[in-house]
């Protein structure tokens, strides 16, 4: 059973107030990463653009081609991240499931890294096809291919077991691995500085005509995680008495695995691998709304949003010039957290 702790109990009018103080947070972080970095936006730059003053063309230059996709994009992977999260914690009945569980991101790691090693030499005209596309659409593959390969390890006569699922998750993120460290090791110099950037997690070089497929499929997937917030509500009293309930079990786990699979297959192919978020913030969120899918779903979506939008600020300003990869900055904090987590559980365990 999902073990649920709150430090607070929420009415129903103070869970709505959260998401509006959420909402407001997360429009503040926005404006905030949109207005600093290596270029300050102020106040009268944002009215001089408003008003279309040509001296501050630069500026909108820089605000509407390169911060605002980046930005948008960081949204809606953090959303998506923490949506599946939430959800696959609820399949799996355990506060500390992730969507990194299933394998999805170690096979569109294994897409891109293929694409970056072998894509001067075998996959050539794969890459003269796709462009400036070929690593997204790579890494987007390698997650299909690996979620393909899970969910017929997991179906066993029509039914889709949990169980199945993680244990074939974890087989695979083995064997990935394994050809991952080939492909490595193989690489000359450039491919493994790109491979290993990629693979810390950059929302850089992103714009709105490369990121537009991935956003409306990330943004269908939450929105149709949202429309499983009751039968998730019910799934988590356990299977036989959501069955009781009217709930097909069966197929409720099926939807949430492909649809995790198509929001994280998506982040990933255009951001690289960014951990702990989809772990951090529904947990964090859950301690404080409780496990109702109702507010905790887009709890989560906003807090994702706010976690991801100040990741990206700090991974963008921190060592300027340069940039720190984000995924860098979400493992430093959710690592802490994760210790923590494991602390209080064996600590309630030794009573």
């Not at 709150?6 to 107030?17: A, E, I």
């Not at 503040?28 to 279309?52: C, D, F, K, R």
């Not at 987007?140 to 699922?165: D, E, P």
Request: hydrophobic share 55%; with cysteine.
């Amino acid at each position: 059973m999902l073990a649920v702790s709150r430090f607070f109990v929420f009415s129903t009018s103070q869970k709505c107030l959260v998401l509006v103080v959420l909402s407001l947070t997360l429009a503040t972080s926005m404006l905030v990463s949109l207005s600093v970095g290596g270029v300050s936006i102020s106040v009268a730059n944002w009215l001089a653009i408003a008003a279309g003053d040509a001296s501050v063309q630069g500026l909108s230059s820089v605000l509407t081609q390169i911060r605002l996709p980046r930005l948008v994009l960081a949204v809606m992977v953090g959303a998506s991240l923490a949506a599946t999260g939430a959800a696959m914690q609820a399949i799996f009945r355990n506060p500390l499931a992730d969507p990194g569980l299933i394998g999805i991101s170690s096979g569109a790691a294994l897409g891109a890294i293929i694409t970056i090693v072998l894509g001067s030499s075998v996959l050539g005209s794969f890459v003269a096809l796709f462009g400036l596309y070929a690593i997204p659409v790579g890494a987007f593959l390698g997650g299909v291919v690996v979620c393909g390969c899970i969910y017929r390890l997991t179906l066993r006569a029509g039914q889709f077991n949990v169980i199945s699922l993680l244990l074939a998750g974890i087989a695979i993120n083995a064997i990935v691995g394994a050809f991952i460290g080939i492909l490595t090791i193989t690489s000359n110099d450039q491919e493994l500085r790109d491979l290993t950037f990629w693979s810390m997690g950059s929302l850089a070089g992103n714009t709105f005509d490369m990121i537009l497929p991935a956003l409306i499929v990330m943004t269908f997937s939450c929105a149709s995680l949202y429309k499983q917030r009751i039968a998730l509500n019910l799934y988590v009293l356990g299977e036989q008495s959501a069955k009781h309930l009217g709930v097909d079990v069966n197929a409720l786990k099926k939807r949430v695995f492909l649809l995790t699979a198509c929001a994280v297959g998506a982040a990933v192919a255009l951001c690289g691998i960014i951990g702990f978020v989809g772990f951090i913030v529904p947990h964090i969120v859950r301690m404080f709304l409780g496990p109702d899918h109702k507010y905790l779903l887009p709890a989560s979506m906003l807090g994702g949003a706010i976690l991801m939008s100040i990741a990206d600020l700090v991974s963008r300003t921190i060592v300027l010039p340069s940039e720190l990869p984000i995924g860098l900055i979400t493992s430093a904090l959710g690592g802490p957290f994760f210790l923590w987590m494991l602390l209080k559980m064996q600590s309630k365990q030794s009573f």
